[in-house]
C-alpha cells in the first residue's frame, strides 16, 4: 500500500492559523463592504459597484492577506519553540539501544502535555530497562548453577570411561542421579523465577493459610522435629500453589540448618496474616539478613549452601511474598533464624 504523503505538524499548524485568520478577515471584509455599499447607495444618486470603490477593495483585500501573513508566520514560530522539547525527545529516543538503555529523555520545565509525554516514556523506559534486566538476570542464574551440576557429571563420565575396571557402577549412579536430582531442582526454581519475573497472573483463591500450612507439613517427610503453632481461621486472597511453594521452601531452608526442631507458626495480628518459620540453627547475622534473599549467595560456612539447596529457594519466596502484596523478611531471635511472612487478611 503506497504510503500518503503527510505534511508535518508544524506544517499543518501554520496553515489551520493563516486560513483561519483570512477565513475570518474576508468574513469581516464582506460584512464591511455590504454596509459600506447600503451607505453609499443611499447618499449617491447612481449606482453604487458592490466594491464601492478599488481603493477602498485594495485596502481590505491587503489587510485579509497581511493578517493571514501575520497568523501564519506567528504561529509557525510558536509551534518551533513548542516543538523544541519533542524533538530533543524524539533525538534521545533514536539513540537509546539494547545495550544503552539506561538513558532517559529530557524532562521540560513547563508542566503541559509535553512534559507528560516525556514523563510517560520515562516510565516506560523504566519498565523496559526492568524487562531486559530481567532477562540478563535469569540468563546470568541459569548459566551459574546449571554449569555445576554439568561439569559433576562429565566428571564422573569421564573417571568411568577413562578407568572402566575400577568403576564402582552402582556408586557412580547414584552419584549421576544424585547430580541430575540437583540439575532437575535448579531448573524448576529457574522456571519459577521466570514466572515470577515476567509477572505471569497467579490465581486468586480465599485461602485459609493455616490449613495451607497443615496440609503441606503433613505431606512432608520427618527430616528433623516440626513444631506447629497454627490458629484457625487466618484466612487470605491468593494463589495455593505458589504459597505452599513459598512455605515448603522456607521450611526446607529451616530443616537443612535445624539443629533438632522447627517451629511453623500461623497467627492473625492487626489485620495481617502472619506465617513465621523458626530453626534453632546458627542464625543468620543482621548483616546479611538482605542477602540470604539475593539469588545465589553464600553467607558463611554455618549456612552456607549444601547439596540439598539450589540457592533460589529464598529469592523465590520473597517474590511470591511480595506477588501477593506482603513481605518476607528474617527478623530477631534468640536462637537460629526466623523468617517472617505477612500478607494482608482477606476483606
Not at 39 to 58: D, K, N, R, S, T
Request: overall charge negative; glycine content about 6%; some cysteine.
Amino acid at each position: 500500500m503506497p504510503t500518503r504523503h503527510s505534511w508535518s505538524v508544524r506544517t499543518r499548524l501554520t496553515l489551520i492559523a493563516a486560513t483561519t485568520a483570512a477565513l475570518s478577515d474576508a468574513v469581516v471584509t464582506a460584512v464591511a463592504m455590504f454596509f459600506l455599499h447600503d451607505l453609499a447607495e443611499a447618499h449617491y444618486p447612481y449606482p453604487v459597484p458592490w466594491y464601492v470603490h478599488p481603493g477602498l477593495f485594495g485596502f481590505f483585500a491587503g489587510t485579509c492577506v497581511l493578517t493571514a501573513a501575520l497568523a501564519g508566520a506567528g504561529a509557525y514560530r510558536t509551534v518551533t519553540g513548542a516543538l523544541i522539547p519533542v524533538n530533543s525527545i524524539t533525538s534521545e529516543l533514536a539513540e537509546i539501544t539494547a545495550t544503552d538503555i539506561g538513558r532517559r529523555v529530557p524532562v521540560p520545565r513547563a508542566r503541559d502535555e509535553i512534559r507528560e509525554l516525556a514523563e510517560t516514556i520515562n516510565q516506560t523506559l523504566n519498565r523496559l530497562e526492568e524487562a531486559v534486566e530481567k532477562q540478563r538476570r535469569f540468563a546470568a542464574d541459569a548459566s551459574h548453577d546449571l554449569r555445576s551440576p554439568l561439569t559433576a557429571m562429565r566428571t564422573q563420565v569421564e573417571e568411568a570411561l577413562h578407568y572402566p575396571e575400577g568403576v564402582d557402577w552402582e556408586a557412580k549412579a547414584h552419584a549421576m542421579l544424585a547430580s541430575l536430582d540437583r540439575l532437575q531442582a535448579i531448573v524448576a526454581d529457574l522456571l519459577m523465577l521466570a514466572r515470577l519475573d515476567a509477572g505471569t497472573p497467579a490465581a486468586k483463591e480465599l485461602i485459609d493459610l493455616g490449613e495451607l500450612a497443615r496440609g503441606e507439613l503433613d505431606r512432608r517427610g520427618r527430616r528433623v522435629k516440626v513444631v506447629r503453632e497454627v490458629e484457625p481461621d487466618v484466612l487470605v486472597v491468593g494463589d495455593p500453589l505458589r504459597l505452599a511453594r513459598l512455605l515448603t521452601n522456607l521450611v526446607d531452608n529451616a530443616e537443612r540448618h535445624a539443629v533438632s526442631a522447627v517451629t511453623v507458626s500461623v497467627r492473625e495480628h492487626d489485620g495481617t496474616a502472619v506465617l513465621e518459620v523458626l530453626d534453632d540453627g546458627a542464625g543468620i547475622d543482621p548483616a546479611q539478613r538482605e542477602a540470604v534473599f539475593r539469588r545465589f549467595v553464600r553467607l558463611d560456612a554455618a549456612r552456607a549452601r549444601d547439596a540439598g539447596g539450589t540457592g533460589l529457594g529464598l529469592p523465590i519466596a520473597r517474590e511470591i511474598a511480595e506477588a501477593h502484596g506482603g513481605s518476607l523478611v528474617v527478623e530477631d531471635s534468640p536462637r537460629g533464624a526466623r523468617f517472617v511472612l505477612r500478607l494482608p487478611v482477606a476483606l
